[in-house]
């Protein structure tokens, strides 16, 4: 069982790595976390543009051209070969970001630290457990938009026509919904680039949460150009939002995955969920 050192209000934590047994791992979690949401408060506030690039062992094994998981060619991120790709690019740009955050695992610091030369500004446990408890959604609420996969951006917009969903998210809409390829994003990222430019340009919001995988490294830093905003990478946060998490990631254990009855999840990309944990279906 994990520490009290490392709860978040309102969400359940069901991530079994040893890390959050042992008091040593991020002594100052509880501080870090309250520092890390006023920052975020004051950056809205302040109507300030900077972007938040959320680091996991997925990232090291792409910035390192390994053909493992999701950064295998093929699976996700890729459908070419890496020497197909100016790989350099995405290497590069995942220096040019304002703030990184990254799990607390030890293994996962010492990767980040190795392929990235930046400090860790916060951890990514974060970003998960603020958009578990729905701190992002009530303290943004008339400010905050989506970016992802359109498949999941998609099914989002329709969770939103129910009345009962948007009670549990304590939201009465997502501003903006920027869509983005679900697979195979770092085939061409100058073509993303473009199309995910022009739907900023047109957008309302002041913060975006994201998920849009390992594309991330050639890209996020560039979205300030097209829209001054808050540009927060909370990774799997985004299937939290489309009812599809598995609730033994990082503090999603409490999580209700909030599913449409009829409708067709065929085209949807599952990260690592097959059917866990509780849910609601709506009719």
């Given at each position: 069982?994990?520490?009290?050192?490392?709860?978040?209000?309102?969400?359940?934590?069901?991530?079994?790595?040893?890390?959050?047994e042992?008091?040593?791992t991020?002594?100052?979690?509880?501080?870090?976390?309250?520092?890390?949401?006023?920052?975020?408060?004051?950056?809205?506030?302040?109507?300030?543009?900077?972007?938040?690039?959320?680091?996991?062992?997925?990232?090291y094994?792409?910035?390192?051209?390994?053909?493992?998981?999701?950064?295998?060619?093929?699976?996700?991120?890729?459908g070419v070969?890496?020497?197909?790709?100016?790989?350099?690019?995405?290497?590069?740009?995942?220096?040019?970001?304002?703030?990184y955050?990254?799990?607390?695992?030890?293994?996962?610091?010492?990767?980040?630290?190795?392929?990235?030369?930046?400090?860790?500004?916060?951890?990514?446990?974060?970003?998960?457990?603020?958009?578990?408890?729905?701190?992002?959604?009530?303290?943004?609420?008339?400010?905050?938009?989506?970016?992802?996969?359109?498949?999941?951006?998609?099914?989002?917009?329709?969770?939103?026509?129910?009345?009962?969903?948007?009670?549990?998210?304590?939201?009465?809409?997502?501003?903006d919904?920027?869509?983005?390829?679900?697979?195979?994003?770092?085939?061409?990222?100058?073509?993303?680039?473009?199309?995910v430019?022009?739907?900023?340009?047109k957008s309302?919001?002041?913060?975006?949460?994201?998920?849009?995988?390992?594309?991330?490294?050639?890209?996020?830093?560039?979205?300030?150009?097209?829209?001054?905003?808050?540009?927060?990478?909370?990774?799997?946060?985004?299937d939290?939002?489309?009812?599809?998490?598995n609730?033994?990631?990082?503090?999603?254990?409490?999580?209700?995955?909030?599913?449409?009855?009829?409708?067709?999840?065929?085209?949807?990309?599952y990260?690592?969920?097959?059917?866990?944990?509780?849910?609601?279906?709506?009719?």
């Amino acid at each position: 069982m994990y520490l009290d050192k490392y709860k978040i209000e309102g969400t359940k934590n069901l991530d079994s790595h040893p890390c959050f047994e042992d008091s040593n791992t991020f002594p100052q979690f509880q501080e870090g976390l309250a520092i890390f949401k006023s920052h975020i408060k004051q950056l809205v506030n302040d109507k300030e543009s900077k972007t938040f690039y959320k680091f996991g062992d997925g990232d090291y094994y792409f910035l390192t051209k390994q053909s493992f998981g999701s950064a295998t060619p093929g699976v996700r991120a890729l459908g070419v070969s890496y020497d197909k790709i100016k790989h350099e690019e995405f290497v590069s740009g995942a220096q040019l970001n304002d703030y990184y955050t990254c799990e607390i695992y030890p293994e996962n610091i010492s990767h980040f630290n190795e392929v990235i030369d930046k400090d860790i500004s916060y951890p990514a446990e974060y970003c998960y457990g603020l958009v578990g408890n729905k701190w992002f959604f009530q303290q943004f609420n008339g400010k905050i938009g989506l970016m992802g996969a359109s498949e999941k951006l998609y099914l989002i917009e329709e969770l939103m026509k129910y009345d009962e969903y948007k009670e549990y998210l304590g939201l009465d809409s997502f501003n903006d919904y920027i869509h983005f390829p679900q697979k195979y994003a770092c085939d061409d990222i100058n073509i993303v680039e473009d199309f995910v430019g022009e739907q900023l340009k047109k957008s309302s919001s002041d913060i975006f949460l994201l998920g849009i995988g390992h594309s991330k490294s050639g890209i996020l830093y560039k979205f300030k150009s097209y829209k001054n905003a808050i540009f927060m990478d909370v990774g799997a946060g985004i299937d939290m939002i489309s009812g599809c998490i598995n609730v033994k990631r990082p503090f999603a254990g409490s999580w209700i995955n909030y599913r449409i009855e009829g409708y067709d999840y065929s085209k949807i990309d599952y990260l690592r969920y097959s059917g866990e944990g509780k849910h609601i279906f709506l009719k």
